[in-house]
Each structure stands twice: as structure tokens, then as C-alpha cells.
């Protein structure tokens, strides 16, 4: 995917995985990488939208924890104006 700037890229996270805990969103060359988690109520389904800060392109990954086991996705998000105080 392509953002125009990262100073605000959309991203959403949906999953059909029973039982889903926690969705933590992570964007590995960021300066924080860690962008946020989410605890989820048992009632709920496994879905988040948000948009982030990219200081560069990166990739972006997911990982949602569901009945004590971690799985995880990720996709890579080139920026053309980087955001994060970035040239």
C-alpha cells in the first residue's frame, strides 16, 4: 500500500479468530515502533480502525492474541512524505 503522507496513514485489522483477547498494532522502522494495543471485551468482534503516524515506510504488523496463542499479519506501507517530524 501507498501513503501520500504518514501523518496519517488509515489502517483496520479485522479477524474471525474465536475468543480474540488483544489486537496490538506495530510499525517496525517508526521511532516508537510499538503504535498502540487494544484489550478486547469477550462479546466483541476482532476488529480495529485507526489512523497512525509513518515517520518512513515500513511494514506494518498485527498481532492478535486469541486463546492464549499470538498470531500475527503484517503488510508494508511505502510513505512518499514521511511523517513522525521526517524529511
Known amino acids: 500500500d501507498v501513503a ?3 501523518d ?3 489502517v483496520s485489522v479485522a479477524t ?3 475468543k480474540i483477547e488483544s489486537i496490538t498494532l506495530v510499525a517496525d522502522n517508526n ?3 510499538l503504535i498502540a494495543t487494544y484489550r478486547l471485551a ?3 468482534d476482532g476488529f480495529v480502525a485507526t489512523r497512525i503516524k509513518l515517520a ?3 511494514n506494518v504488523i498485527a498481532f492478535a492474541k486469541s486463546e492464549g496463542k499470538l ?3 503484517g503488510k ?3 510513505v512518499v512524505m514521511g511523517g513522525c517530524g521526517a524529511d
Open 4 to 6: 501520500e503522507s504518514g
Open 8 to 10: 496519517v496513514v488509515p
Open 16 to 18: 474471525d479468530l474465536a
Open 31 to 33: 521511532p516508537v515502533p
Open 42 to 44: 469477550p462479546q466483541v
Open 56 to 58: 518512513r515506510s515500513c
Open 71 to 73: 498470531h500475527m499479519a
Open 76 to 78: 508494508p506501507v511505502q
